[in-house]
C-alpha cells in the first residue's frame, strides 16, 4: 500500500467524514498523479505560480481532480487564483475578500472561499488577528459578495508540535467556526490539521485535514 492510501486509510478509521487535502506544495506533477492513481482527488498548492504551473488548467484536468490554493495570496494574484483554484482556503483580510469579488466579476466566475484564521498568534502566521474581524468578514461577504461563498474556516496550528498548544488553537478555531455558522449556515468546512497534528485536529472538531510531507515525504525548498 503507498503512501496516499495509507493517509487516507488512517483519517477513515479515526473518522470517516474527514476531507483529504494532498498537499503537493514542492512536489512535481509526476507525484501527484501517483496519488490521484491511489484515489486522490483534492490537492492543496500554497502559491499560485506553481500552482499554474504544475496543473493543466481547470476544464483539462483528469476526472474529479480539485486544486485548492492554501497559502498567503497577494492581491494582485488574485486573478491568476482564481483561474486556477477551485478553492482559496486562505482569505485572511476584507481587502482580500473585496478583491476576489471584484475579480470574480471581471471574469464572470465564482468561487468559493474559506477565512484563515491565526488562531496561534504568531506574527508570522497568516490568517484573521481576531475571531470578531473573521465575522465581520464573513457578514460583509453576505451583505456584499454575491459571487463569494464562504465555505468555512481554515488553521494552522502553532509552530512545533506541543499537543496542549495546538490544542488550543484548534478549540479556539472550531468555536469561531460555530459563530461563522451563526453568520452563514452553509458554511460546512473546518479545515484543520497537517501531517504532525490531524489527530489533535479531528478530536477537536476538523472535517478536513490537509497532509503533505506524510504523503509525499519531505520537500526540498531548495529545488
Ligand atoms: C504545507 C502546508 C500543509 C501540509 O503540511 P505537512 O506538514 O507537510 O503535512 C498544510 N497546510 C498548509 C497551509 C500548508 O502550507
Redesign the pocket.
Known amino acids: 500500500m503507498t503512501e496516499y492510501r495509507k493517509a487516507e486509510e488512517a483519517v477513515k478509521a479515526v473518522s470517516a467524514g474527514v476531507a483529504l487535502?494532498a498537499?503537493s506544495?514542492f512536489h512535481p506533477y509526476e507525484a501527484v498523479m501517483e496519488a490521484y492513481a491511489e484515489g486522490a482527488r483534492i490537492f492543496?498548492e500554497?502559491r499560485v505560480q506553481e500552482m499554474r504551473e504544475k496543473f493543466p488548467p481547470k476544464d483539462a484536468r483528469p476526472d474529479g481532480m480539485k486544486v485548492f490554493l492554501?497559502?498567503q495570496l497577494q492581491r494582485n494574484k488574485v486573478k491568476k487564483a482564481i483561474e486556477w483554484a477551485d478553492r482559496i482556503?486562505?482569505v485572511d483580510s476584507i481587502p482580500l475578500l473585496q478583491k476576489i469579488e471584484a475579480e470574480c466579476e471581471a471574469l464572470d466566475a465564482t468561487m468559493e472561499i474559506l477565512f484563515?484564521f491565526n488562531s496561534s498568534g504568531e506574527e508570522q502566521k497568516s490568517g484573521f488577528r481576531t475571531g470578531g474581524e473573521l465575522l465581520d468578514a464573513a457578514r460583509l461577504a453576505i451583505s456584499s459578495c454575491p459571487r463569494v461563498s464562504v465555505a468555512g474556516v481554515?488553521t494552522?496550528g502553532p509552530l512545533g508540535y506541543d499537543e496542549s498548544a495546538n490544542e488550543r488553537a484548534f478549540r479556539s478555531t472550531a468555536a469561531l467556526f460555530s459563530e461563522l455558522r451563526a453568520i452563514i449556515p452553509s458554511a460546512s468546512v473546518l479545515?484543520m490539521?497537517?501531517?504532525?497534528?490531524?489527530r489533535t485536529a479531528i478530536a477537536c472538531g476538523s472535517n478536513e485535514v490537509?497532509?503533505?510531507?506524510?504523503?509525499?515525504g519531505e520537500?526540498d525548498y531548495g529545488r
Open positions: 487535502v498537499v506544495k492543496g500554497n492554501i497559502g482556503e486562505s484563515e481554515m494552522v479545515s490539521g497537517m501531517s504532525a497534528d490531524w490537509r497532509i503533505g510531507t506524510a504523503i509525499f520537500r
